[in-house]
């Protein structure tokens, strides 16, 4: 059965290790806004939310290479949309080097970096994690 859940710390840093995605600033408060979906209690993908409403930080988004393909990104990033709309997030922006086309297909629009507000900013990710070259984009997501 495929369920949302809390990665434990050590599958998290297997599968971002793996695609090359940033890991360095990952703890374990982080933690608790990162869902993993599971099918038979293992991990096949991972994505995870950095709130400071109404600003959010989608991150870490990844699948295991064998199930990509399969929707699981798709459900990956619903969820994480419909837990920033719960935490009252109304723009959510994300950094990306290699799914810029996966992301457009969400409604996210690129936008330049000096337009981020100042939480998302003075993340890792933003300041020193993701290579200058990586895109800034950006989702309004609808209000209560
Ligand atoms: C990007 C990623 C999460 C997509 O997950 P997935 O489970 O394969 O995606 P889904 O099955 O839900 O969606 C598949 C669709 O997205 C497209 N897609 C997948 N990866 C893509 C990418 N990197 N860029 C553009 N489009 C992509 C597929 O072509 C497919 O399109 P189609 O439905 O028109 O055929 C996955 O490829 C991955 O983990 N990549 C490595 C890590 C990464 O780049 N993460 C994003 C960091 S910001």
Redesign the pocket.
Known sequence: MISFHQPAKSDALCLLDA?N?PTADLTEAHLNYFWALTDQQRPV?IVGLQPFAPYGLL???????C???????????QHAEAMAHRMEIAELY??????????E?FGYRAVKRNRAPEPIRHTQEFCSLCPTSSQLMRKYLRTK
């Open positions: 695609a995605l993908g991150r870490s988004l990844v699948v295991s290479p199930r990509r393909n399969q929707g699981v990104g798709t459900r990956l990033v994300l950094l990306t080097s290699t799914a810029q086309e996966f992301f297909n």
